[in-house]
């Protein structure tokens, strides 16, 4: 498992490898950033009996993960809302036994700020009574809603973006694109790791991106009717894009789009991908700036249940077409 950090995030990686100091962490950055990917590789590390960075694949335990029964690196995630007490009692449970593969067990929590205060109270009980061959990883991109209780007894470990120079030379030796395309992927996802690597190595995924950004251009500039049947198909659940999750990853597509167009237009960014693609929307920047801000706010407010959908939708690209 080949890992890109920073100098001083593989500086502790190797540090508490090599010497295995503290048994709580939390790492912590954006999402996109590669951050549980990172924790994995992590995990793996500390596992190994020869104590290599990403594991030797040779050692006994390293042979042994790779087994479908192999789970004594647990990862506790949720796509509901919250990690519940009982969520972080049931993983605990896992816990009491002893390893049997290797020296230790590595529970990693993912998006850890989702634990209610409830659960952390009783994760903080976990963390404070380690037991000796256990390893507990948070990882988080908002630690501000962790209590100060858990924040102080962890080793905080902070993931960074990474230069564009750094990611490009990484990308090129990883991925087998063309420099044009890959230089494009970071610019357009903004220096995020895992996304350049995603979307760089899954074509379709790509395609799917470049689907979402075209039908974004035609909702733009169709009529009121043709804008309306369209936000009734995308909201409809019996509708070809029929769930939540796809709903938000369609408006996560515009808003990058969006976020990708205004950096070009006050020439952050140099990509000429969409031109040559001959994808564009006829949109000025003040306009593109408003449209931003609204539609972030849209896709927080897709994730509460109470919303309606349509209605959201509605009023955003309907709505506008009144204000003219
Ligand atoms: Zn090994």
């Known amino acids: 498992m080949d890992l890109f950090v920073s100098a001083n995030v593989l500086k502790i990686f190797e540090k508490e490898i090599e010497n295995e100091v503290s048994q709580s962490f939390l790492f912590y950055g954006d999402k996109g950033l590669g951050v549980l990917y990172a924790a994995k590789v992590f995990a793996r590390s500390m596992l190994c009996e020869k104590k290599v960075l990403g594991g030797c694949d040779a050692c006994y335990f390293c042979k042994e993960s790779l087994k479908e029964w192999y789970d004594e690196i647990i990862i506790l995630e949720t796509k509901e809302d919250s990690l519940k007490v009982e969520d972080v009692k049931k993983v605990s449970k896992k816990l009491y036994y002893k390893p049997q593969y290797g020296r230790k067990k590595v529970l990693i929590i993912n998006e850890a700020e989702k634990l209610t205060t409830d659960a952390q109270a009783s994760l903080l009980k976990i963390i404070e009574e380690p037991k000796k061959d256990l390893i507990i990883i948070l990882v988080s991109d908002n630690k501000e809603r962790l209590l100060d209780t858990i924040l102080s007894r962890v080793v905080c470990v902070n993931f960074f973006k990474k230069n564009k120079q750094d990611l490009l ?45 075209s039908e974004f251009i035609k909702l733009y500039s169709s009529s009121f009717y043709q ?42 960014v140099e990509s000429d991908y969409f031109l040559k693609n001959n994808i564009k929307i006829d949109m000025s920047l003040e306009e593109m700036f408003v449209l931003l801000g609204a539609l972030k706010k849209t896709y927080e407010a897709i994730n509460k249940d109470y919303l309606n959908k349509r209605l959201l939708l509605e009023t955003l690209f309907l709505g506008r077409m009144f204000k003219l």
Not at 170 to 182: A, D, Q, S, T
Not at 248 to 262: G, H, P
Request: hydrophobic letters at 40%; aromatic letters at 12%; charged letters at 35%.
């Open 227 to 268: 804008a309306s049947l369209y936000i009734k198909d995308i909201t409809d659940f019996e509708g070809e894009i029929s769930s939540k999750e796809n709903l938000t990853r369609l408006i996560a597509s515009w808003i990058r789009f969006l976020k990708f167009q205004v950096k070009k237009e006050m020439e952050v």
């Open 169 to 213: 030379a990484f990308l090129e030796k990883k991925v087998k694109k063309n420099k044009e395309l890959i230089s494009f992927c970071v610019d357009y996802f903004d220096n995020m790791i895992k996304d350049c690597v995603d979307y760089l190595e899954n074509e379709e995924m790509f395609k799917q991106e470049m689907k979402n950004i």
